[in-house]
């Protein structure tokens, strides 16, 4: 059995993933009979049973505290919107910024589909103050002052720092693809993350800025790689490497997959589904995981970027599991 799915939020906390999907159905049950509802002893009784229940549902409250799901403009609407979490927007405002998408969803007796994600107020503050940010499934396309071209892809944040004497990229969060133009000036390029600083020699390369390291992939012409104690390290075309402030990995080839997304697609393959399922939801607000029955199955595609629903059905179609959306900002694959 495969590692239990981690949610994607601020808390270190971590149940197993049977708990967290039950604690999902009673959260859903739950709400949609409102108070006073003939479940709540049954619920009681599953809430009682076990450290793991207490721990999972502790842990659902907490997620659902931060998601407010979109003002309703039509009767429609509202009801669809009835059985999503709500939550004071005075309680959660200093701690998270909702995003709001609406989209389709058929079979499931809604008449929308409510999605949105939490983000720490400090990363919304960096995300404010750079020159460029896209947000969460946003990518941006950007020529700068010397031609050089730089896609930046979802939830990012890059400043330019560009004068007589150098021109500097600032990854504060997220991922990139540069392609750099030749300076008359002959200015050094730059990247720098806080892991280090990167510096182009006439290239085409990825960067990637996680909470634990700085993931380079390049494809072209080289890059020197010295981190912030100044080990530093030259990484041709073909190779990639990841690197703290004080370590480099070893070599390894690139990964097509790294400059996909800036054609508007995920690239698997021979990915696990686990894997492939954790950079889907890097595109899309809410929570996305995978039951360990199925999150060590192999996967090789394409799936479009911008279109989640469309990626998680093809999934459906090709592989032997299913798609199952408990609450509104809930997905979960599952064995068929």
């Not at 967290?20 to 809430?47: P, V």
């Not at 407010?68 to 609407?77: F, I, K």
């Not at 941006?140 to 979802?154: C, E, K, P, Q, S």
């Not at 696990?272 to 899309?284: K, T, W």
Request: glycine share 8%.
């Amino acid at each position: 059995m495969g590692r239990p799915s981690r949610l994607p939020v601020a808390d270190d906390l971590e149940a197993d993933f049977g708990s967290l999907e039950q604690a999902a159905n009673w959260y859903a049950a739950l709400h949609a009979e409102g108070e006073g509802g003939q479940q709540r002893k049954a619920w009681s009784e599953w809430l009682a049973a076990s450290p793991q229940h207490r721990r999972a549902w502790a842990h659902i409250e907490s997620v659902s505290r931060r998601f407010e799901p979109l003002r309703a403009q039509s009767e429609a609407e509202r009801d669809a919107a009835s059985a999503a979490v709500r939550v004071s927007a005075k309680q959660a405002a200093s701690r998270r910024r909702m995003l709001t998408c609406l989209a389709a969803l058929g079979g499931t007796g809604l008449t929308a589909w409510l999605t949105w994600r939490f983000t720490p107020l400090p990363g919304l503050v960096v995300a404010w103050r750079a020159g460029y940010h896209t947000g969460v499934g946003e990518q941006r396309d950007v020529v700068l002052a010397d031609g050089t071209r730089v896609w930046i892809n979802t939830d990012s944040a890059l400043d330019v720092d560009y004068d007589d004497t150098h021109r500097l990229l600032i990854l504060q969060a997220g991922e990139i693809l540069i392609d750099t133009a030749r300076d008359p000036h002959d200015r050094p390029f730059y990247v720098d993350t806080r892991h280090g600083r990167m510096q182009a020699l006439g290239t085409r390369f990825t960067v990637r800025q996680t909470a634990s390291c700085t993931e380079l992939s390049v494809f072209d012409g080289l890059v020197e790689i010295r981190t912030r104690s100044g080990i530093t390290e030259r990484v041709a075309a073909g190779k990639q490497r990841s690197f703290t402030g004080d370590t480099i990995s070893g070599a390894a080839a690139a990964d097509p997959a790294r400059e996909a997304w800036s054609h508007g697609v995920i690239l698997a393959d021979d990915i696990s589904l686990d894997a492939l399922i954790r950079e889907l939801g890097r595109y899309q607000h809410g929570h996305i995981g995978v039951d360990p029955r199925v999150a060590n199955i192999r996967v090789v595609g394409r799936f479009p970027i911008d279109n989640p629903d469309q990626a998680l059905a093809m999934l459906a179609r090709d592989l032997p599991v299913s798609i199952q959306r408990t609450l509104p900002w809930w997905t979960t694959v599952e064995p068929r």
